[in-house]
């Protein structure tokens, strides 16, 4: 009897008894990768919890003590040959992380996908006793394309989307479907924080409006074409862009009319100030020409003594004079022409 053939024997004892047997459950049997992305296999897995030994009919409790996984093997013999994973190892392959654990998870995720891994990846768990070991021999098939771009579907046809309106995008490739890849996602050529397949936007502001684009991790060679989405302005947003833009008109139009207001004051003050320094100035003149008293002249060209005589006191001089129209006129002419009128009261 072969190996095969004891294993079924085995999980018919145990069904027959109403024992547990242990079991791999994954979600798909078979998936698509692109080269360099990165993949999870999800797995869970129900170990076997005890057994009844032949010998003597007691139960034996298991535990599991080593999990792993392994390719171009059906029940990864003590995981070898080729193991993908080794619980009981230090010399993994960095590309390959369990993020499962000894209980129940027994997740994979293999990052950087090359065209080697085009292989079946099976989970093994092994007990502390030979009969809690166990292997799936179905596994996961992992097929490895290249040179693959990615493409975004969205939920909607049209492309023009109102405030508060939600929609998603679904990054795929067109070579094989798909399953729990590592997506990477840009708006304008800047990468956003959300990752995995679908991403999902809404409701829609303003500010989501761009150009979306997806690639495998950091793989540009598999970024997909932009896909435009645009998100409409509501009405009230409408309304209130058209109160400011008014008011920013009110705003300018004041400020210019105040601008030309004071400008127009400050000129009519300057033009005031003129004026009043003209009439200061023509007034000084004035005072200039009237106030020049010239004591009367004696025919033989000099002053009178009495009339300029200290006896006489409280004189007070009135004169009158006329400029000349000619400049021909004989200088004995100006005597003649100046009259004095005087008052003099002697002590």
Not at 90 to 96: M, P, S
Not at 174 to 180: D, E, I, L, R, V
Not at 275 to 292: I, L, P, W
Not at 330 to 335: K, L, N, R, S, Y
């Amino acid at each position: 009897m072969d190996s095969y053939q004891k294993i079924i024997l085995f999980t018919f004892f145990f069904l027959l008894t109403g024992a547990e047997v242990p079991s791999v459950i994954h979600p798909f049997k078979r998936t698509c990768a692109v080269r360099g992305s990165t993949v999870t296999l999800p797995c869970t897995f129900t170990p076997l919890k005890s057994f009844i030994r032949k010998e003597d009919g007691k139960e034996i409790s298991l535990r599991i003590v080593r999990v792993g996984w392994c390719v171009k093997h059906e029940i990864c013999q003590e995981l070898q040959p080729h193991p993908v994973y080794d619980s009981n190892s230090t010399k993994n392959d960095l590309r390959y992380q369990y993020l499962g654990d000894m209980k129940g998870n027994c997740t994979l995720q293999i990052s950087n996908i090359q065209m080697k891994d085009n292989e079946t990846f099976r989970f093994r768990m092994e007990a502390d006793n030979p009969a809690g070991h166990f292997t799936n021999r179905a596994g996961v098939s992992i097929r490895v394309v290249d040179g693959v771009k990615m493409s975004i579907k969205s939920s909607r046809d049209d492309k023009q989307f109102k405030r508060g309106e939600t929609v998603s995008l679904q990054c795929t490739s067109s070579a094989c479907t798909t399953h729990q890849l590592n997506i990477a996602w840009f708006r304008d050529g800047h990468a956003l924080s959300e990752t995995g397949s679908i991403l999902q936007l809404g409701p829609l502001a303003a500010e989501d409006s761009g150009n979306y684009s997806c690639a495998l991790g950091t793989n540009k060679q598999t970024l997909s074409e932009p896909y435009s989405l645009q998100v409409e302005a509501a009405e009230k947003d409408k309304d209130g862009n058209l109160s400011l833009i008014l008011g920013v008109v009110f705003g300018v139009l004041l400020a210019f009319i105040t601008l030309i207001l004071v400008v127009f004051i400050i000129k009519r003050k300057r033009a005031a100030d003129l004026r009043s320094e003209d009439a200061e100035m023509r007034q000084k003149h004035t005072d200039n020409v009237y106030g020049n008293v010239v004591p009367p002249v004696m025919e033989g060209g000099g002053y009178d003594e009495q009339e300029t005589s200290p006896e006489t006191e409280d004189i007070s001089y009135a004169p009158i004079q006329f400029k000349n129209t000619t400049t021909h006129r004989h200088v004995e002419e100006t005597g003649e022409a100046v009259i004095y009128s005087s008052v003099a009261t002697r002590g």
